[in-house]
């Protein structure tokens, strides 16, 4: 079992910058794949961007290559989502996922456990 919990969302004006986080606890961190998705509403729930158990590797969206950043710090149990130039667009409720098994994916199935979630919004 794996716990996750994201925090660092909020309100912010389109081309501002939020950074978000997400805790583990549970499992070995560092055996987890780890990916950010996101859900607007009325919108399927789509994929932003992961990263490998090492943090070697990194994927990402094409609608936010360039301006988002996926880290991860494997002694704290932590990834995070560097948001720079935000756009209304971006407004979503974005969640935290742990892949256990197979390589760094897109498809929010492959993903074993799910953070809550926290709101994003970004202002015109």
């Known amino acids: 079992q794996v716990q996750l919990v994201e925090s660092g969302g909020g309100l912010v004006q389109a081309g501002g910058s939020l950074r978000l986080s997400c805790a583990a606890s549970?499992?070995?961190?560092?055996?987890?794949?780890m990916g950010w998705f996101r859900q607007a509403p009325g919108k399927e729930r789509e994929f932003v961007a992961a990263i490998s158990r090492r943090g070697g590797m990194t994927y990402y969206a094409d609608s936010v290559k360039g301006r988002f950043t996926i880290s991860r710090e494997n002694a704290k149990n932590t990834v995070y989502l560097q948001m720079n130039s935000l756009k209304p667009e971006d407004t979503a409720v974005y969640y935290c996922a742990a892949q256990g098994r197979g390589s760094s994916s897109r498809n929010w199935s492959a993903y074993d456990y799910w953070g809550q979630g926290t709101q994003v919004t970004v202002s015109s």
């Open positions: 549970g499992r070995a961190f560092s055996t987890f794949v």
